[in-house]
């Protein structure tokens, strides 16, 4: 149920496929400027790099083309998962999935969730969210 959470792409649903979404869809919103501007003026060129390390150098926001890139892995990375959960867990339908996923799929599942939490783990440092 943890995985198909994170997949969840309802508009009032809180998860790493939304937010994976937006920022495809709003790369502007997470600014060079707005990453930069919490950081002391003598932390600023420090700041600066760590931006360059989410986005290109010098760029003046997100790559959204990287961020399709992640949000492709956790479709694909997570599919079976996710349809075994729908199926079987959650409506348990009528038809059993053609693809049973074994604890091998539900860990690399678990994992590049738990990679992408890592890797987006500097939004915290955003305070406005405006697109």
Same mark, same amino acid.
Request: proline residues 6%.
């Given at each position: 149920?943890?995985?198909?959470?994170?997949?969840?792409?309802?508009?009032?649903?809180?998860?790493? @496929?939304?937010?994976?979404?937006?920022?495809?869809?709003?790369?502007?919103?997470?600014?060079?400027?707005?990453?930069?501007?919490? =950081?002391? &003026?003598?932390?600023?060129?420090?700041?600066?790099?760590?931006?360059?390390?989410?986005?290109? &150098?010098?760029?003046?926001?997100?790559? /959204?083309?990287?961020?399709?890139?992640?949000?492709?892995?956790?479709?694909?990375? @997570?599919?079976?998962?996710?349809? =075994?959960? @729908?199926?079987?867990?959650?409506?348990?339908?009528?038809?059993? /999935?053609?693809?049973?996923? @074994?604890?091998?799929?539900?860990?690399?599942?678990?994992?590049?969730?738990?990679?992408?939490?890592?890797? =987006?783990?500097?939004?915290?440092?955003?305070?406005?969210?405006?697109?």
């Amino acid at each position: 149920m943890a995985v198909r959470r994170q997949l969840d792409k309802d508009p009032q649903a809180i998860s790493r @496929t939304r937010l994976l979404s937006e920022i495809i869809a709003h790369p502007s919103v997470l600014s060079r400027e707005q990453f930069v501007r919490p =950081y002391a &003026p003598e932390l600023e060129d420090a700041a600066h790099a760590q931006c360059d390390r989410r986005a290109a &150098p010098a760029a003046n926001h997100i790559d /959204p083309a990287v961020v399709r890139v992640d949000l492709d892995a956790l479709r694909k990375r @997570t599919r079976d998962v996710e349809r =075994y959960g @729908t199926k079987r867990a959650a409506h348990f339908g009528e038809h059993a /999935p053609r693809n049973i996923p @074994t604890f091998q799929d539900l860990d690399e599942a678990i994992e590049v969730i738990r990679f992408l939490w890592i890797k =987006y783990s500097f939004l915290r440092r955003f305070r406005v969210w405006s697109g």
